[in-house]
């Protein structure tokens, strides 16, 4: 396509625009400006420049083309044999949804008119003439979440059952291969599962209350209502659920966990389940762990060059204990996992010891604890020192005689790495001094320990510049002077980060290097305060201040940091 054409296009779009709109000459030649050294749509960047409304955008490109342009499709009732064939994901990316169909033609809405992409490939798989209409894309979205939503989940059909159906429970159940004569209950589920998937969830909450039934996402750590299904079919759904998990469907008084394989379009994706009985029926949280995910490396988690450096020193000793600290769901086994994967496999015999074995990794042994058959943390790691082990992960240390058989470990000439449960890295010293090791062993054998938490990132999309006034840092936490001169973002939201403003997580974190001055104070018993005291005035970052430098580069909200941070 020849270069200038856009150039063309834009100017009669500018043409129109000054003549329809409120926009002055000034502000389309300074847009034009910017086009031309950045590039990018002229719509776009009048909106970002707040010059004009997305509305107006469309109303002059409607006027441009001679398309109408509607501010609601209310009016349409689209029938669900109209996007059969059409992939949800495909409507989404152009913004694309066909709303009408005659003998002759297809009414397709559009926010892009001037993309023309999709037309050909409208045209061919209706095999009639496509005709379109401008819409905003909050309303192509909503109209695509609506007929998507009918075509799914199929809540209208779903009757109460408690029906068994058999089957591998070896190997992965395909939701693509699930078809029309599946009983409804199936389909529902499936599609549950597999809007999680889509979406990015790590759980899913089936919550039953007194007369309804609410289904959650957490997704980048946080909880979002999904869909409110009448309480009615709380049966059929758990039902269906525990039978995929292999649990015992008439037992609705104890606590049950399990876990269903799924494959989606050849992602394998393993499920554990939990169900507790509460007031108003049985409460279902499934995590989901996608088995086909590669091990990142530790430049991708977000920590920073220093950090790396310190790091890599840490995991290349031959003996020691290196923990990673944090809460539930902060990334620690994601972070154990990428320390793994940086160590020679081939030249030294790497175990692993972990509750459950989320990522397996060639050349390690790793084994799962089983409290059935008393296989926990510690008897695998007694059992591992028997097996000439040069490095041992151990999935978390809970108790006195996991951490005595740890300590001893790394005393004898293996390199230790595990997770453990507390707020900030110094806390861990007098964690492990409280579960009963003697304070110069905790000094001798410790090498180093990293407190981490998961923090959303800014969807690139979306996310706009925003000046915060010196009351509102301050109700945070901050100084006024924090982020002088300094560009900070907040989350807006669009439809490639379903509406949040965030879109995937990196690491905030504080790396605790025990150097001989710490090993002392260790020695000695102090407190907490002191040894943070000790590490800070040694160059150690904080949590805290490590989220303040991800909102200076802009890859994050002040609002994120004080959320995951606000407990520290």
Known sequence: MNDKQP???????????????????????????????????????????SYLTHEEVLKALSHQMGI?????????????????????????????????????????????????????????????????????????????????ERSTTIISEVEDEDEEVQYDLDEPLDLLEASEEDAPVIRLVNNILFRAVKDRASDIHIEPFEKLLNIRFRVDGVLSDILKPPKRYLSGLVSRIKVMANLNIAEKRLPQDGRIKIRIGGKEVDIRVSTVPVSYGERIVMRLADKSSTILQLEKLGFNEASLEKINGLIANHHGIILVTGPTGSGKSTTLYSCLARLDAKTKNILTVEDPVEINISGIGQVQVNAKIDLTFATALRAFLRQDPDIVMVGEIRDKETAEIAIHASLTGHLV??????????????????????????????????????????????????????????????????????????????????????????????????????????????????????????????????????????????EEVVRVTQED
Do not use: W
């Open 68 to 148: 109408p342009y509607l501010d609601s499709l209310a009016k349409y009732e689209v029938p669900t044999s109209l996007v059969s064939n059409l992939p949800i994901s495909y409507a989404k990316q152009y913004e694309i949804v066909p709303v009408e169909e005659t003998e002759t033609y297809v009414t397709v809405a559009v926010s892009d008119p001037l993309n023309h992409a999709p037309v050909d490939d409208l045209r061919l798989m209706y095999g009639k003439n496509i005709r379109f209409v401008i819409a905003p894309p909050a309303e192509i979205q909503d109209t695509i979440n609506g007929v998507y």
């Open 417 to 558: 790495l595990s997770t453990l449960h507390t707020n900030d890295a110094p806390g861990a010293i007098p964690r492990f001094i409280d579960m009963g090791v003697e304070p110069f062993l905790v000094a001798s054998s410790m090498l180093g320990v990293m407190a981490q938490r998961l923090i959303r990132k800014l969807c690139p999309h979306c996310r706009e510049p925003h000046v915060y006034d010196e009351s509102t840092l301050r109700q945070y936490g901050f100084e006024p002077g924090t982020f002088s001169g300094k560009t900070i973002y907040r989350a807006a939201g669009c439809d490639q980060c379903l509406q949040s403003g965030y879109m995937g997580r990196t690491v905030i974190h504080e790396l605790f290097v025990i150097s001989d001055e710490i090993r002392q104070l260790i020695i000695q018993n102090v407190d907490t305060g002191r040894l943070k005291k000790q590490a800070s005035d040694e160059g150690m970052v904080s949590i805290r201040d490590d989220g303040i430098e991800k909102v200076i580069n802009g890859d994050t909200t002040i």
């Open 7 to 49: 150039r063309i296009l834009n100017n009669r779009l500018g043409s129109i625009l000054l003549e329809h709109t409120r926009l002055t000459e000034e502000q389309l030649a300074e847009v034009l400006e910017i086009q031309q050294e950045k590039g990018g749509k002229l719509g776009e960047i009048l909106i970002q420049k």
